[in-house]
């Protein structure tokens, strides 16, 4: 501070006492952010006491990224730091705003791999106006339902339209980017008009519309989640544990057929063919990616998924192509204690088998449906862990889970020991379980005959001997031909076509060749 008691500050001054450079304080000097309040005989520039404080409101604003024009008008008083504070965050937010859409152009051209050809074009399309996203949406369904008498349809598809919010994320309209491609693709439009010949055809429900299409959404509802919980179950599609879940998806779909050609009025044959066909005909999924996508861009919910739940419901009523007259011949011949000494023989030949996997053997292809070793022993496992929890009164759910963990030796053993102890000491045995009162000795034999199939493939897979269980196998071979001697052998079926066996195969090599295995 000079010391002729004015209390005014040189520039040097100044500069110690705030922290910023000589330089700077003069650049915002001469721009009329910091007058000076004098200047010394030499000409120098003097401050007054308040200099500091100015000085900090400037460095600030300019903190916040407010310009110098902007600055000064709010040193002079020509506008409150409230009004230049609301200028420039809407400033701000149309940066941000720009930021984000190039960023999401920028993550889209990375995912997709999009050649450089592709960048202009997909900066304009994510610069597109609302009513300019519509159009493209409109026109795509114009062109793809074009000569199609399906209103209902047209409607619902041009009634959805990609209304990005004022504020979208970076991941809406990185959807919309997608959605923008996806509707130039040929195979969208040919997907989307075959569900719209499909519409046409089914057409004609008796009733409210709104009424008709709330009626369909239930019953979609009821197949997805029916669906999904057979697979949690590990229900398999072919087994007569499918067909309750069949009957009752069929009676809850009928009503909606009411007024279309021909319609069903029980369940039946013909009832069963319509509904497999009108779900086959459904399966797309590019259709089911054009809905994700538009749920996407907008923030609404995505519809949930269909493939898990319409993979099984398509492949038991393929299964099961008419309702089912039970046998029961096949509960016939079910000696308890045979069956649980067969299960203690082949159990302790597998786990020879599963005790001699190595870990780098866990990667290894296996004659099963495309798994792994690892993948295949998870299964194993699975079997014993929900025939004890059937045996328990407490069926399992977690069928997709992980059960091996980090050692497949212990996870194994430890199943079978759960297992054995669930069937004595829950009766089991003796017992008779659901609708069909099927006795726990056959549910405890149909374990034997996954284990010892299953032990097959393991024993492919990793080169060792499959004639396993010598003793039990024989009897296990006969109570599979008895129990699923019956059974559909259709796509998506728990067994592909029996494979002929060569001569002299021993009990386990007719069993796997039975079940589908290619034993020669």
Known sequence: MNEDGTGLLTIGELAALTGLPVKTIRSW???DLLPPAA????????????????????????ALGIGLVAIRSVLHHKRTVAETAAQWADALDAQIRTLRLQSAVLRSVAARGSAAEELPYMTELARLSARERRLIITDFVEDALDGVDAPAYRSGLLAATPELPDDPTPEQIGAWLELAALVREPELRAALRRLAEHSARTAGAVGE???????????????????????AAGIAPDS??????IAELVAAWLPTQTGTADPPTE??????????????????????????????????????????????????????????????????????????????????????LVAAVRPEDLALPTPCAGWTVRQLLDHMVWENLMATSIAEDTPRADHTADHLGDDHRTAFADSVRAA???????????RTYGPYEAPGAMIVQQVVVELLAHGWDLARATGAPTALAPEAAEETLAAAYRIYGAAPRTEGSSFAPERPAPPGASATDRLAAFLGRDVV
């Open 29 to 31: 000097s001469d721009q």
């Open 39 to 62: 200047r010394t005989p030499a000409g120098y520039r003097l401050y007054g006491p308040d200099a500091p404080a100015r000085l900090e409101i400037v460095r600030s604003l300019r």
């Open 209 to 231: 519309p709104a009424a008709q299409e709330q009626a369909v959404i239930r019953v979609a509802e009821l197949m997805r989640v029916r669906g999904e919980e057979a697979v």
């Open 240 to 245: 007569p544990a499918a067909e309750p879940v």
């Open 267 to 352: 369940d039946g044959p013909a009832a069963r063919a319509r509904l497999l066909e009108q779900l086959e005909t459904a399966a797309e999924p590019l259709a089911e990616r054009y809905w994700q996508l538009l749920c996407a861009v907008t923030g609404r919910p995505a519809p949930p998924r269909w493939d898990t739940a319409g993979t099984w419901t398509t492949a038991a009523l393929r299964a099961h192509p008419g309702p089912y007259e039970l046998d029961r011949s096949a509960f016939d011949g079910t000696d308890p204690d045979r069956v649980l000494r067969a299960f203690e023989e082949v159990t302790r030949d597998v786990a020879a």
């Open 420 to 430: 054995h102890t669930a069937f004595i000491g829950s009766g089991m045995l003796h």
